[in-house]
């Protein structure tokens, strides 16, 4: 087949999955709690994304490390464990909320002060890298703005 017959059937076919556009998520109310130094801290936020994708991992520079964690009941015990990825089913909101899924920071390089932002970067399966702040609420907020 000739060059230009490839590039005309290309063409006609449109575009392909492997060119297709990653799905844009957008991020609704972050916020996170006060926390001291060498502790540990949550992160909240709402997830939309136009096309399924997944929540892969997250990062700060204020944090050794980021884990995605969910509360399971054990019993009469709520216990925290790290998740592999948070599901984003396209069209839906996914909350990220105190009691369910979350952002766990482990390892505080500074405290988060109220009124402060804390940086945290969001790592999609097909999204991509999406870095937002998270501004620091009182240390018993249960929502965003409290």
Same mark, same amino acid.
Do not use: Y
């Given at each position: =087949?000739?060059? $230009? $017959?490839?590039?005309?059937?290309?063409?006609?076919? #449109? @575009?392909?999955?492997?060119?297709? +556009?990653?799905?844009?998520?957008?991020?609704?109310?972050?916020?996170? $709690? *006060?926390?001291?130094?060498?502790?540990?801290?949550?992160?909240?936020?709402?997830?939309?994304?136009?096309?399924?994708?997944? /929540?892969?991992?997250?990062?700060? @520079? *204020?944090?050794?490390?980021?884990?995605?964690?969910?509360?399971?009941?054990?019993?009469?015990?709520?216990?925290? $464990?790290?998740?592999?990825?948070?599901? /984003?089913?396209?069209?839906?909101?996914?909350?990220? +909320?105190?009691?369910?899924?979350?952002?766990?920071? =482990? %390892?505080?390089?500074?405290?988060?002060?109220?009124?402060?932002?804390?940086?945290?970067?969001?790592?999609?399966?097909?999204? #991509?890298?999406?870095?937002?702040? /998270?501004?620091?609420?009182?240390? #018993?907020?249960? =929502?965003? %703005?409290?």
């Amino acid at each position: =087949m000739t060059t $230009r $017959r490839i590039l005309l059937a290309a063409a006609l076919l #449109g @575009p392909c999955s492997a060119f297709a +556009q990653a799905p844009t998520v957008t991020v609704e109310n972050p916020w996170t $709690r *006060a926390a001291r130094a060498g502790g540990q801290g949550a992160g909240f936020l709402t997830l939309r994304s136009a096309g399924a994708d997944r /929540l892969l991992s997250a990062s700060s @520079p *204020a944090a050794n490390r980021v884990e995605l964690h969910t509360h399971l009941r054990e019993g009469d015990v709520m216990r925290m $464990r790290p998740v592999e990825a948070i599901d /984003l089913p396209a069209g839906t909101a996914v909350t990220l +909320q105190p009691g369910g899924f979350h952002l766990m920071f =482990m %390892g505080l390089k500074q405290p988060f002060e109220q009124g402060t932002q804390v940086p945290v970067t969001l790592v999609f399966e097909r999204a #991509g890298s999406v870095t937002v702040q /998270l501004p620091v609420q009182g240390a #018993g907020a249960r =929502m965003h %703005g409290h």
